[in-house]
């Protein structure tokens, strides 16, 4: 019960943070503001995180290991063109749902990324390299295409996160922000298009037309 309890508050104090930062900016942003938010007393904000600047890294590392969750449970002997499908859709749905919190991201990198050197290198890094060994047993198994790994990972991240990093360029092209049935027919058509580099057309067809219809 306990766990549960830390759990559901840290997930709330997170939540008001993102809310927070997005608005203000980290040096904008007080603790104060977030505990508000979130209905807490700052003293229980303080108890959970210390500072501002912790609320801060844990919400961008809780943000980069959700974008990584769809493609985390994929191994060597399941169908990349599904595993490719599922992580480029949900991130490109994340971008739509969350966009403050790809923002944010997008705001650290941008100013060096200094505050999350250490789980770049370690965390992150270990996660990218796990998955390209997935990718490298596909590739030699003939079900995916020669590609370099880690130039497939930056080119999703980049397409995907492009939705909610530059959404009023987007927005200023198509016309209008996407409505819902946009949204998820850019996700669809940000997918085949992946699928269309990497996987070998015979293997293609029925992962990258699942759910479409």
Not at 82 to 104: D, H, N
Not at 199 to 207: E, Q
């Amino acid at each position: 019960m306990a766990g549960q309890i830390r759990r559901r508050n840290r997930a709330r104090i997170l939540a008001a943070a993102e809310e927070v930062f997005a608005e203000m900016g980290l040096e904008g942003a007080t603790t104060q503001a977030i505990a508000d938010l979130a209905g807490m007393p700052k003293s229980n904000i303080l108890y959970y995180f210390g500072t501002k600047e912790q609320i801060y890294v844990a919400l961008l590392q809780e943000v980069v290991r959700f974008w990584h969750e769809s493609f985390s449970g994929f191994g060597p002997e399941d169908d990349p063109a599904l595993a490719l499908e599922t992580y480029v859709i949900e991130k490109v749905r994340m971008s739509f749902s969350r966009p403050a919190a790809s923002r944010l991201f997008a705001r650290e990198m941008l100013s060096g990324g200094h505050r999350l050197q250490h789980y770049l290198e370690g965390e992150l890094r270990q996660w990218v390299e796990e998955r390209s060994l997935v990718i490298q047993e596909w590739i030699a198994q003939g079900r995916m295409a020669p590609v370099d790994p880690h130039q497939l990972m930056f080119t999703i991240w980049a397409a995907t996160q492009t939705y909610a990093d530059f959404a009023p360029q987007v927005a200023a092209v198509r016309g209008a922000p996407p409505d819902p049935a946009a949204q998820e027919a850019i996700a669809r058509s940000l997918a085949d298009f992946i699928l269309r580099a990497c996987i070998p057309s015979p293997a293609r067809p029925a992962a990258s037309l699942a759910g479409q219809g």
